[in-house]
């Protein structure tokens, strides 16, 4: 190995960030509400008593999501792991069927899927976006179904297969153009975990698209670590206004709109997010722009302070898009395996001494214990890149 690397690596990163101590650690990523009027909103829901899964202030955020976004619709859940069951559920997913999804994201996007009793079947990525790579998913769905009325089964599980999910990782926009192609020549719903990519667009023809939009559903995320923050919550994007009412009827417990009766039509949840967190949503989205450009220039930054390390390149955006640059990474190139995860754990143990909280990428859900059954393609791609990335801290307190 490279001795010298992993000390270089971390040093180029101190320089940007500077220095951690235990007191004061640089956090992977951190809510930022400076100069923001959170505190006034927040005292509005106080001081009104609208607190709960109603109000102004859930109102408003959703409206700001759809102008930000030209969903045309957005309705605010509770977190992103419900949005994206939410999601799942609306378009027709039910227990022992299977969706799609890519084995490279956090194991909400999985776990969304099993909260419903169904099964992920996992798909390679592609290296530039990380996200589902069209070319994979055509010969997975060519070599493992078979068709049954119009539908797509699994003809090694016998299951359908229900649905497929864009997972836009860090940020970036993965090709869910093609992918809503290749969905819809199978007649399989496409829908978009869009979690931490709020401001991320991608090019069709000659416009440009915000991410979710592409699929049928799009979801997002706004726990503590994303480019914006209301605790925790998520929405639901979507052009379609059957799937819009009827998203807001099941995660309001599936309650007939009337004044005083209490009639549920079907089992529903107990999802909105409440009017405190849509709050500090608002305080949060007014300042989206300059979060933005932050965040660009923080990504020319690392771009520029690694370019001439040869070991490694930094992740980019793809062609074709417009990201949010959500979180920084670089990639080892290192070949030998050995090596590799030697150079990975150094970067990460010196980084943390320093209290600087680089993070690796999650472990393969495919090779996460309640996955290690689900149904497969040839994953070479993600087992490639697993071991090679490394997020770099990547806060707008940095540089604001
Ligand atoms: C890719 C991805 N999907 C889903 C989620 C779930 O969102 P939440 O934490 O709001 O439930 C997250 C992040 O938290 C995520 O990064």
């Avoid at 990163?13 to 650690?25: D, L, V, Y």
């Avoid at 440009?208 to 605790?231: Q, R, W």
């Avoid at 020319?300 to 920084?328: D, H």
Wanted: charged share 25%; proline share 4%; glycine share 6%.
């Amino acid at each position: 190995m490279t001795n010298h690397l992993p000390l270089k690596i971390v040093d180029i990163i101190e320089n940007i960030t500077g220095k951690g101590t235990a007191e004061k650690p640089i956090p992977l990523h951190e809510p930022d509400f400076t100069n923001s009027n959170a505190t006034n909103y927040l005292n509005n829901c106080i001081t009104s008593g609208w607190v709960s899964t109603a109000g102004e202030w859930v109102n408003k955020f959703e409206k700001e999501l759809a102008k930000l976004t030209k969903a045309k619709h957005a309705i605010v859940v509770s977190n992103g792991t419900v949005a994206l069951r939410l999601a799942l559920k609306l378009k027709g997913v039910k227990a022992n069927e299977e969706v799609i999804i890519p084995p490279l994201s956090f194991i909400a996007s999985a776990n969304a899927v099993s909260h419903l009793g169904a099964i992920p079947h996992f798909v390679d990525i592609e290296l530039d976006t990380l996200g589902i790579s069209p070319e994979a998913l055509i010969k997975r769905l060519e070599e493992c179904s078979v068709l049954k009325d119009g539908k797509v089964f699994n003809k090694n599980t016998n299951r359908k297969i229900s649905a497929i999910m864009a997972v836009h990782i860090f940020g970036h926009p993965s090709r869910v153009d093609e992918l809503r192609k290749i969905a819809s020549v199978w007649n399989i719903p496409l829908i978009e975990d869009c979690a931490e990519a709020l401001g991320s667009y991608r090019y069709e023809e000659n416009s440009i698209k915000h991410c979710g939009l592409f699929g049928e559903i799009g979801t997002l995320s706004f726990n503590g670590n994303k480019i914006i923050t209301t605790g925790g919550g998520g929405p639901l994007l979507t052009n379609n206004a059957d799937i819009a009412k009827k998203a807001r009827h099941l995660s309001t417990t599936a309650k007939k709109n009337h004044k005083w009766e209490f009639e549920h039509d079907e089992i529903g949840w107990n999802d909105r997010l409440p009017n405190i967190n849509a709050a500090l949503g608002v305080s949060q989205i007014e300042q989206i722009q300059k979060k933005l450009k932050i965040k660009y220039r923080l990504n020319q930054i690392y771009t520029k302070a690694f370019e001439n390390l040869e070991e490694l390149y930094t992740l980019n955006q793809p062609e074709f898009c417009k990201s949010n640059f959500w979180l920084n990474n670089i990639i080892l190139k290192e070949r030998n395996d050995s090596t590799l995860k030697e150079i990975r754990n150094k970067i990460l143990e010196l980084s943390h001494q320093k209290f600087i909280y680089t993070r690796p990428v999650w472990k393969l859900l495919s090779k996460q214990k309640p996955y290690l059954k689900s149904p497969k393609g040839d994953l070479t791609n993600s087992e490639f890149i697993e071991f090679r990335i490394i997020s770099l801290p990547s806060s707008t307190k940095i540089y604001s």
